[in-house]
């Protein structure tokens, strides 16, 4: 038997026993259906990690006040009121941060026309849309001449246009935030979900002096409730935030071993940490998934010998009339990758049809790559050698004679 005549000869023995043959498929169709659909919720997920990665902006440090006490009870961080705007502008003088963005925030209730939604108003200064990385999909940003007069103009996401003015241009229209009318002169680019599931795009951004002396008020004035810092680069984070806790216990004249008023998060390592775990999760849904593969690849060695049994004697003539052990060897390894192959295209159409089913149900972010799908083949088809190798090498080493006189 030539190379060329080996796989039609696989594909007649395959044929011979169609329904054998489907159900040994259906273990190697369901492993590489489960790898392609795991693999494609992982990747989905450390997308939309990724996303939020890049939405919340790069080298960020978070300095929030430190923990007040009530009734002899220790709240959490960020109740007490310790920075203010002249730390922030205090921190704008450090060589090893780009930018400085206090911000001062509340919920309020918004009205356009007939409509109204309530929200959250963050007090910023013009630093904050660098900060965050954050454009505008139209009109233009607030300047710092605007934060110095307590101008009343408003930037917007995009569930507030969508929530107040519909299919309408906001831009030069005027809302009332909290009965105080603002005018929108800007409309903030969809930013989506954050890390912890906030909407990033309900939101209402006005100049800091703004917020505190026209729409809130203020019962510490000048105090803020975090302060978002830049640094340089990457290579700069540690040296940023030890300069600002060396400025702020200066500024705050706290003594040699008193604790800090203020803590520093780092919210770039808080954001490689959630990459990480998401690639951890892609990584264990393939390990998982690949199990059944495992599975499989046992089934079709198992079949295979049970074909070598029943077909001892049809091996024994070939054999008899100038087979060598070496096409006796090639025709049942074909056999299993053949089976594996069918399976792996079969079992991929499934995955695929899967994942779209769940991004569709769960409305989940699901990614169907490439790479995962050659993965997947390359492991069908490794799994049809391996698991294949045995069987066709038991059955290249029968005797002709022994073969021949097989019942």
């Known amino acids: 038997m030539s190379w060329h005549a080996a796989p039609a000869e696989a594909w007649r023995a395959l044929g011979a026993n169609r329904l054998r043959t489907g159900l040994t498929m259906l273990g190697m169709i369901i492993g590489v259906g489960a790898v392609v659909l795991m693999l494609a919720v992982g990747e989905g997920a450390r997308s939309t990690v990724t996303q939020a990665i890049n939405e919340m902006g790069s080298e960020l440090l978070l300095v929030s006040p430190g923990t007040s006490s009530s009734g002899g009870l220790r709240l959490s961080s960020g109740t007490a009121s310790t920075l203010t705007l ?147 680069s990457m290579g700069h984070m540690e040296d940023a935030e030890a300069d600002i806790t060396q400025l702020l216990r200066n500024r705050h004249r706290l003594a040699e071993g008193v604790e800090s008023d203020f803590t520093i998060r780092d919210l770039t390592a808080v954001a490689e940490t959630a990459a990480q775990s998401a690639q951890a999760m892609t990584v264990m849904l393939g390990a998982i998934a690949s199990v059944s593969l495992l599975v499989g690849g046992i089934g079709i060695m198992n079949i295979m010998l049970v074909s070598v049994t029943e077909r001892t004697r049809e091996i024994g003539i070939r054999m008899a009339i100038g087979a060598r052990r070496r096409d006796i060897l090639l025709q049942f390894l074909l056999e299993a990758l053949l089976l594996c192959v069918l399976g792996g295209l079969v079992g991929t159409l499934m995955g695929i049809g899967g994942a779209w089913l769940v991004s569709g149900l769960a409305e989940m972010t699901v990614i169907v790559t490439s790479s995962s799908i050659a993965l997947s083949f390359l492991f069908a088809a490794s799994t049809g050698v391996f698991f294949g190798f045995y069987p066709a090498r038991k059955a290249a080493l029968l005797k002709p004679v022994e073969a021949l006189r097989h019942e």
């Open 86 to 232: 002249k730390d922030a502008e205090a921190m704008t003088q450090l060589p090893t941060l780009s930018a400085v963005a206090p911000v001062f925030y509340s919920g309020a209730q918004l009205a356009y026309g007939p409509r109204n939604w309530n929200t959250t108003v963050y007090g910023v200064t013009p630093d904050y849309l660098l900060v965050r990385s954050w454009n505008l999909e139209s009109g233009q940003p607030f300047m710092i001449s605007d934060v110095l007069r307590s101008t009343r103009v408003a930037l917007i996401g995009q569930q507030i246009v969508q929530s107040l003015f519909g299919d309408q241009d906001p831009l030069g229209q005027t809302i009332r935030i909290k009965n105080l009318p603002f005018r929108v002169i800007g409309v903030l680019e969809r930013k989506g979900q954050s890390l912890d599931g906030r909407d990033q795009d309900d939101v209402v951004l006005v100049p800091i002096n703004t917020a505190q002396t026209k729409l809130f008020g203020n019962l510490f004035p000048g105090t803020v409730r975090f302060i978002t810092v830049q640094a340089r």
